[in-house]
């Protein structure tokens, strides 16, 4: 191993947490500071957690390996992402960042339990939301494992093993502070990086008319906007990534801690503008080694492959580090909102008092730790990498919480009985769709479930309205009435 680059690594596996644990060392002390950074994060900090937090090796490794395999229909698909970047800032984030900061609410659970007024959200909500972040957790450990591996030489054992003691030390102890400054120089790392690869990439295959030339002499199709792509799997990934960026209960944090109505503003164009650029650059590190004739034994190498084979090595090296920065801002937000949550959300209730705030805050830490070390033994596992897996669980939130989510911020009739079948039956018929559905009615396990979950919410809603109901006139009165928002 070369001292150069491991010298690199340290820095950034080691000092940059430990400059970002000790610059927000005064933001711990109480619960809304830890879980939401004292609701005073300010617009550039929003925006790169955000955009950080659903940008992983899900995009960097899955999203070029889905352009290198079925060409440019490979990259179209994150048109859906593209416009749930849009929808995320400029419609929902400036609501939630209103809704939370006036019902006071930490958690996702607890803005439903406000809304909908049942106690049942708690542990349900909690319960999924625990369930489907662990094969994301795996996901992205084994993703940045491997890379250590493969650039290093280090054994994937002690890869993981190291990787992991820092994300969840960092984790645990930081907060959503931490998480936040550490995710907008990451972030920062990333912009670099994936610059530089573009101008490489393009120079290596002569520009975006290259690239097509490339391709259509390997197979016209691979230019096509579908490419080679099944058109079920090309619109179950566009609706996850859709409705999945608002969806996500690691990246909601990032709304709740908005300091004002002013941030949601300022964020919103920095958001778009770097996470569209992120998935640009992923498309095309996917697309070169493809249009080059570079022979892959699994498609998922090929960001490896365009670190080796085509950039020079100082850029290779840069290119491990957006990687890296990009499954650590999406790790330490996923083990913070899972941690938080079986505490606020499970344990907190079932405990049936209220915790101190050193109480919750201690057990807080324990939980993220103890999921960590969980994610960390199924990384040892030998499972599937990235992009199908990583959409299954980041899909099953757009119908736990997207959808109650979306009714609660802009629909007064939304009931409780209708959220409740989102976030219980919704699952359970997403599953069996995605074993049993998919083949035979050629529809992705999201659209769906969505078409199903969707048509019972309204129809129940419209039939049991809400704004009838006694549960909803507090909160009819906090959020939706006029006066209130004024």
């Given at each position: 191993?070369?001292?150069?680059?491991?010298?690199?690594?340290?820095?950034?596996?080691i000092i940059l947490p430990c400059w970002a644990l000790y610059f927000t060392r005064s933001g711990k002390k109480s619960v809304e500071g830890y879980v939401l950074g004292g609701r005073l994060l300010g617009p550039v900090t929003s925006a790169f957690t955000a955009a950080t937090a659903a940008t992983s090796a899900g995009l960097f490794v899955g999203g070029a390996g889905m352009a290198y395999q079925y060409g440019w229909g490979g990259g179209t698909w994150q048109l859906g992402a593209a416009f749930g970047v849009f929808i995320s800032w400029f419609v929902?984030?400036?609501?939630?960042?209103?809704?939370?900061?006036?019902?006071?609410?930490?958690?996702?659970?607890?803005?439903?339990?406000?809304?909908?007024?049942?106690?049942?959200?708690?542990?349900?909500v909690a319960f999924w939301i625990v369930v489907f972040t662990i094969p994301m957790l795996v996901v992205q450990m084994r993703s940045a494992a491997l890379t250590i591996e493969s650039y290093l030489g280090l054994p994937y054992f002690w890869a993981l093993i190291l990787f992991c003691i820092v994300l969840v030390i960092f984790s645990s102890l930081g907060g959503r502070s931490a998480i936040a400054y550490l995710d907008t120089v990451q972030g920062m790392i990333m912009i670099i990086g994936v610059t530089v690869a573009i101008v490489v990439g393009l120079k290596?295959?002569?520009?975006?008319?290259?690239?097509?030339?490339l391709l259509a002499?390997?197979?016209?199709?691979?230019?096509?906007?579908?490419?080679?792509?099944?058109?079920?799997?090309?619109?179950?990934?566009?609706?996850?990534?859709?409705?999945?960026?608002?969806?996500?209960?690691?990246?909601?944090?990032?709304?709740?801690?908005m300091k004002d109505g002013k941030t949601a503003r300022l964020?919103?164009?920095?958001?778009?503008?770097?996470?569209?650029?992120?998935?640009?650059?992923?498309?095309?590190?996917?697309?070169?080694?493809?249009?080059?004739?570079?022979s892959l034994k699994t498609s998922d190498q090929a960001f490896a492959v365009f670190i080796t084979q085509v950039a020079p090595e100082i850029i290779g090296l840069m290119l491990v580090l957006c990687l890296l920065a990009a499954v650590f801002t999406t790790?330490?937000?996923?083990?913070?909102?899972?941690?938080?949550?079986?505490?606020?959300?499970?344990?907190?209730?079932?405990?049936?008092?209220?915790?101190?705030?050193?109480?919750?805050?201690?057990?807080s830490k324990i939980a993220t730790i103890v999921i960590g070390i969980v994610a960390l033994t199924l990384s040892l596992m030998q499972m599937p990498l990235i992009t199908i897996l990583n959409a299954f669980s980041f899909g099953a939130f757009v119908i736990v919480i997207g959808v109650p989510l979306i009714l609660a911020l802009f629909w007064d009739k939304a009931n409780r009985e209708a959220a409740l079948f989102c976030t219980t039956v919704g699952p359970i018929i997403y599953i069996l769709w995605k074993t049993y559905l998919v083949k035979i009615t050629g529809?992705?396990?999201?659209?769906?479930t969505l078409l199903i979950v969707l048509a019972v919410s309204i129809l129940w809603s419209l039939a049991k309205p809400a704004n009838q109901q006694s549960y909803f006139q507090d909160y009819r009165e906090t959020y939706f009435s006029k006066n209130a928002a004024k």
């Open positions: 191993m070369e001292i150069s680059k491991l010298v690199v690594i340290f820095v950034f596996l929902v984030a400036p609501k939630i960042r209103e809704l939370s900061h006036k019902i006071k609410a930490l958690t996702t659970p607890e803005l439903f339990v406000k809304r909908y007024g049942s106690n049942s959200f708690y542990p349900i290596a295959v002569g520009g975006i008319s290259g690239v097509d030339h002499q390997q197979n016209p199709g691979m230019t096509t906007f579908f490419g080679e792509m099944p058109r079920s799997l090309w619109y179950n990934l566009a609706f996850v990534y859709l409705f999945g960026l608002f969806s996500g209960p690691h990246i909601l944090p990032a709304f709740y801690g964020a919103f164009p920095i958001g778009v503008v770097i996470s569209l650029y992120w998935t640009f650059a992923a498309v095309l590190i996917g697309l070169v080694p493809r249009a080059l004739g570079i790790l330490d937000a996923l083990l913070m909102t899972a941690g938080s949550s079986i505490v606020h959300d499970m344990i907190g209730r079932i405990k049936g008092q209220n915790f101190t705030e050193s109480e919750e805050l201690l057990y529809l992705g396990e999201l659209p769906g």
